[in-house]
């Protein structure tokens, strides 16, 4: 099978043909339709093969995977249509502001490895909503985070969809909405065929795709414009220093974008300078940004769940070890499709083009051969689908296993719990698909609000619920409903804004409370909440403190 | 009664308190080198201007009440043309009132006022054309035929325009200009023009910024490159320790 896939994925270039490569969206492409969908053959085969036989199997692939293999899975599983076109998006669009989002999607492992990870894995169960129900015995609180996991999971996927969307639509030459619809659907039905141990399988063959697609156009075209091409990361820096500086015409006529417009800019230092005026970020923005993702790192539930499927505690941390540097190759490479973006599109005659899809656009602007820029555009829909299936699995688990078994009918066979799982993932489908839709924000920032939304309800449960044994139901009741409460605040204005409503201190709390960083006051409150309730509410029963005292910190 | 209270900031075994001491210090490691970095950024830069804007700042009294001298109006080009590179202009608002000002200051210094203006239009129609070439070949070699014939007409400005037809400026200049000999921009917009130049002409700078690292300005390259590898770098030792501290202390997973 393993040889019919790559043989047919080797005789895709042979057998298509190029595309008018000044046509940066509008026509169908065959030679990238080949590829996609050669490779979600090839992801639903996988899922096929290693597809999930119980509930052990669907929440968790049954505890066996490596430390490396479990890195990748943590890798590919976090590496979203965010990181492969948000993230070039906001450094293309905002400058050194889209820095804050890559310090703020690593950074956040640092918290997450020292803080959490072993002990998660220690802990043993198998969703953040059980290990919640469980540390803070209450059957109610296990199903507001459900609740919580399922809306972290819709808002994450809601950017994942518009990525999705956007490089079916270039590929397939449809419209948005469509694309959206069908990609969406695809998606759905792989992770209904494969669950976790599938999912885990993809997952370590969609980073391989994922990061194979993303270099090659920067080797071609660090190479092409005559720079430092053999470690793109560290070439791009003269591109950086370039376009601050300025860049004169060059001798070669050949050095143009595929508009034939020259390879030269005027200075353009606010792609570089920190917080620079023109982009409409500022110092504090920049801060919180950082803060709340590297924060909401550690309190997403998807991501948590990782660290149940590895079988020790010291694999957990390894694999976070792994899983973050397998991230930062990607994440040392995303700001060079953003500088040779700004150059390509520098002449008015390109002017600013849409943020998401800079990454393909970048690749087709500096003429790199459309099957490449083909290959790039799967490489985006296979990081979009590695994450939507792990974010589907998360809060499948949550509706099935911790509201649906736990809380609603403990005496539900596997078939029947899986059915629920299935069930869900379905629903969140439909509802994410229908919100995608809307294009409320760039692909980074939706998915910023669902790490905000973690950051102040999950984050500060398991950071107190792990190291504090005083940390009581009553102090995580009021921790969540202060995180809550500030992220519903944040929310509801961020869609009024974006609907034309008008409410009170409207531009205070859009600025304060921003949709992508409510966290960086919303956690410490939290905590706070938590800490002072416990201190004044009856003590943590002694069964979970002698539980964490001795198989936790045991 | 066995006590089981367990708190991050009291341990009460040896393991606990290495533990502790170990991640507080890689945490503050972590919070400084990105947050306080950061900060220093904050503290020590300075908003700096181009000279573009300097440029403009000079000139723009005797621009606003219509009695700048041909120099003055070339300086003002130079200097639109810079804000015109910019592709985060919002396109509503900032890139019309910029390309208007740009076409009224072209307009008021040549001499051949329709030959510019058919010479134009005679551009933006070859290019339009091209876009239809579907052989890419082709149509690479009729857009280096169109910029030769955009460098042909700065040069023949040359004189009044004081732009070169080997400068980056001719190449957005014959981008931006448009037919309409008359433009004259409205009192609003000459209000606005000075704020857009201000936005998009100053930076905070500092010599964090000014210093450049193996191709990079530095504080990108800190950002961008060297806190992710010490991220992976925290991470690594975290679990190198911790693997030791467990051997250490017999325990176990």
């Known amino acids: 099978m393993k040889k019919i896939l790559i043989g047919s994925a080797l005789l895709v270039p042979l057998l298509s043909n190029a595309v008018n490569v000044t046509q940066l969206e509008g026509e169908f492409k065959i030679g990238p339709a080949i590829i996609l969908i050669t490779i979600l053959i090839a992801f639903v085969m996988v899922g096929i093969v290693f597809r999930a036989k119980s509930t052990s199997d669907f929440y968790a692939a049954g505890r066996g995977i490596s430390k490396i293999g479990s890195g990748m899975a943590i890798a590919s599983n976090w590496m979203s249509a965010a990181s492969f076109l948000g993230m070039a998006a906001l450094m293309y669009g905002f400058g050194y502001y889209g820095l804050a989002f890559v310090v703020g999607w690593t950074g956040g492992y640092v918290l997450l490895l020292v803080l959490m990870a072993g002990q998660i894995r220690k802990y043993g169960k198998y969703t953040a909503p059980d290990f919640i129900g469980d540390r803070y015995y209450s059957q109610k609180l296990r199903a507001v985070a459900a609740i919580v996991a399922i809306l972290i999971s819709i808002s994450y996927c809601v950017g994942q969809f518009g990525g999705i969307g956007l490089m079916f639509k270039w590929i397939l030459g449809i419209n948005y909405y469509w694309a959206v619809i069908i990609g969406g659907s695809v998606v759905l039905i792989y992770t209904l065929i494969s669950g976790q141990l599938g999912v885990t399988k993809n997952m370590q063959i969609q980073y391989i795709i994922i990061i194979i697609s993303f270099v090659i156009p920067l080797f071609i075209l660090t190479y092409t414009f005559d720079y430092f091409w053999l470690l793109p990361p560290v070439g791009y820096g003269a591109v950086v220093t370039d376009i601050v500086n300025g860049l004169p015409i060059p001798d070669s006529e050949a050095l143009t974008n595929v508009y034939g417009n020259s390879y030269a800019m005027l200075p353009n230092p606010e792609f570089a300078m920190p917080w620079d005026n023109s982009t409409g970020t500022d110092f504090f923005q920049w801060m919180a940004v950082a803060f709340s993702l590297m924060v909401g790192t550690a309190g997403l539930p998807h991501v948590l769940s990782r660290f149940y499927i590895v079988p020790k505690s010291n694999d957990a941390r390894w694999s976070v070890v792994w899983g973050l540097f397998f991230i930062c190759i990607l994440y040392w490479m995303a700001p060079v499709y953003s500088a040779f973006g700004k150059i390509f599109s520098s002449s008015p005659e390109v002017g600013m083009l849409a943020k998401d899809a800079i990454v393909v656009y970048t690749a087709q602007l500096g003429n790199i051969h459309p099957l490449i820029v083909g290959l790039l555009a799967a490489g985006g829909v296979s990081a979009a689908f590695s994450t939507v299936s792990g974010l589907f699995i998360a809060g499948a688990s949550a509706f099935s296993h911790d509201l649906y078994f736990k809380v609603f009918n403990p005496q539900a066979s596997e078939k029947k719990q899986l059915l629920m799982a299935r069930l869900g993932t379905i629903v969140m489908a439909v509802i994410v698909s229908i919100i995608a839709l809307f294009k409320l924000a760039l692909i980074g920032q939706l998915v910023a609000v669902a790490f905000s939304l973690a950051a102040c309800t999950i984050f500060p449960m398991f950071l107190l619920g792990i190291w504090w044994s005083g940390s009581n139901q009553q102090g995580a009741v009021a921790g969540l409903v202060v995180g809550l409460t500030i992220s519903l605040i944040s929310i509801i204005y961020f869609i009024a804004t974006k609907i034309g409503a008008t409410l009170p201190l409207q531009d205070f709390i859009n600025y304060w409370l921003g949709a992508w960083y409510f966290a960086w006051i919303g956690t410490p409150l939290a905590i706070i909440a938590n800490i002072v309730v416990s201190k004044i509410t009856p003590e943590t029963p002694i069964e979970i403190k002698k539980f964490l005292a001795e198989q936790v910190h045991g | ?253």
């Open chain 2, 1 to 253: 009664m066995e006590d089981y209270n367990i708190s991050f900031f009291k341990p009460k075994s040896e393991f606990s308190r290495k533990n502790r001491n170990l991640v507080l210090t890689l945490v503050i490691i972590w919070a400084v080198s990105v947050f306080g970095f950061q900060i220093l950024l904050k503290i020590i830069e300075k908003p700096v201007p181009e000279p573009a804007l300097v440029e403009f700042n000079e000139i723009k009294a005797n621009v606003f009440t219509n009695s700048a001298t041909p120099y003055e109006k070339q300086i003002l080009l130079k200097s639109l043309i810079s804000v015109a590179n910019k592709n985060t202009l919002n396109k509503t608002v900032e890139k019309p009132i910029i390309e208007k000002a740009i076409n009224w200051a072209v307009y008021s210094l040549v001499t051949d006022k329709n030959a510019v203006s058919n010479n134009i239009q005679n551009i933006q129609n070859l290019k339009t054309e091209a876009l239809n070439i579907s052989d890419f070949v082709k149509y690479k070699e009729e857009r280096l035929r169109i910029k030769e014939l955009e460098k042909q007409l700065v040069a023949e400005n040359h004189s009044e325009l004081n732009i070169n037809k080997n400068d980056i400026r001719a190449e957005i200049l014959t981008s931006v200009l448009n037919t309409d000999k008359e433009t004259l921009l409205t009192s609003e917009e000459k209000e606005k023009l000075p704020q857009i130049m201000n936005k998009f002409l100053i930076h905070n700078r500092s010599v964090l910024t000014d210093t450049t690292f193996i191709g990079f300005p530095f504080h990108y390259f800190y950002t961008a490159v060297f806190l992710l590898v010490l991220f992976v770098g925290l991470c690594y030792l975290y679990a190198k320790q911790i693997e030791q501290l467990n051997k250490q202390f017999g325990i176990e997973d």
